[in-house]
């Protein structure tokens, strides 16, 4: 085990699959020669692999996610790095009606292992158009796959698996993830998805959060146990495509409460989805509402003051927690 940040977990996993698979390509708005990409995940990478698999492509999402899509049809494996998660919209066609229809509409006879990185998330005044969370725009689109890692470990090992996942993997990274530091093997190792994992043990209420809302949403539940005594178990699911719901239901059975925490919009969240499910087979279990904390419905503001207003911090998700009792 060796500390690292998030940023050189992403970055071993890559050039591990590399090294060993000459198919495995990168493809992105300046992530080679001088740049590294924006957050400097392909650092060193151009060196290494050269041009024809470190691969700088114009300011043009459309025309890098069909160059993704047909090198995969042909065998490679290509990760493609959207230079912010935002710009996914120029290339939603490309996702939507291709990537996550090949599998279906060939009946079998193609499937892309294809990872489309996706660095989103609110990061110190990036204001509307380079801030934003889309993640449950995506969960409705059967044919994909969605991977959120909210520290290091799971960073590492589901880049992993989803570069050879056989089929199109969102790989969404929060950009106030790169810089933290978390404990995390040398050697090779893939976590699978659809397996969430339990960040924080607790009896009174389940939190199930996402992405960069699990160190709030453990920050929250120390708070809430050393100030209120409520002890809150908190629920990592790491993907939302596969959904864990089996460690969810196990844990809302435990605890009578649900409180679901995203930086993704309110309306039609991830807090939707799982509060939809959970109410539709586990309703019984509950002792009161599920309550969904997440972005209010608006686009995501550049002052600091501001986007304490839209975006869950811990102050609001401790409030709206106590009041659940």
């Known amino acids: 085990m060796r500390e690292i940040t998030y940023s050189e977990a992403l970055r071993e996993a890559i050039r591990s699959a590399m090294a060993k698979d000459d198919k495995v390509i990168m493809i992105g ?66 996702i939507l009606n291709q990537a996550a229809k090949v599998r279906f509409m ?104 996402h992405s960069y809302m699990v160190s709030v949403a453990l920050a929250a539940a120390d708070e809430l146990y050393e100030k209120h005594n409520i002890d809150a178990e908190v629920i990592d699911p790491k993907t939302l495509v596969p959904l864990d719901m089996q460690t969810i239901a196990e844990s809302v059975k435990k605890t009578s409460r649900l409180a679901v925490v995203e930086e993704t919009y309110l309306r039609a969240g991830v807090g939707s989805e799982i509060g939809s499910i959970v109410s539709e087979r586990y309703m019984d279990w509950l002792d009161c509402p599920i309550k969904k904390i997440a972005s209010r419905n608006v686009p995501i503001p550049m002052p600091a003051s501001l986007v304490g207003e839209v975006i869950p911090d811990k102050k609001r998700v401790v409030k709206e927690i106590r009041e659940m009792f």
């Open 106 to 209: 060939s009946n079998g006879q193609y499937s892309l292992n294809l990872v489309v990185r996706l660095p989103g998330g609110e990061g110190s005044g990036t204001g509307p158009h380079h801030s934003q969370c889309l993640e449950s725009l995506f969960m409705a689109i059967p044919g994909l796959k969605i991977a959120n890692p909210s520290n290091p470990y799971d960073a590492k090992g589901l880049m992993s698996s989803a570069i050879y996942a056989n089929d199109p993997v969102l790989f969404f990274e929060h950009k106030k993830l790169y810089k933290t530091k978390g404990d995390v093997p040398q050697e090779d190792y893939a976590i699978p998805f659809g397996k969430a994992g339990i960040a924080r043990a607790g009896k009174d209420i389940t939190i199930v959060a």
């Open 29 to 94: 708005e300046e992530i080679g020669q001088g740049y590294a990409g924006v957050f400097g995940v392909s650092k060193g990478l151009y060196d290494e692999f050269g041009p024809k698999r470190i691969i700088d492509t114009p300011i043009a999402e459309n025309s890098i996610m069909g160059a993704a899509i047909g090198a995969s049809l042909l065998g490679f494996k290509p990760i493609v790095e959207v230079m912010f998660a935002d710009f996914i919209a120029v290339c939603f066609d490309g």
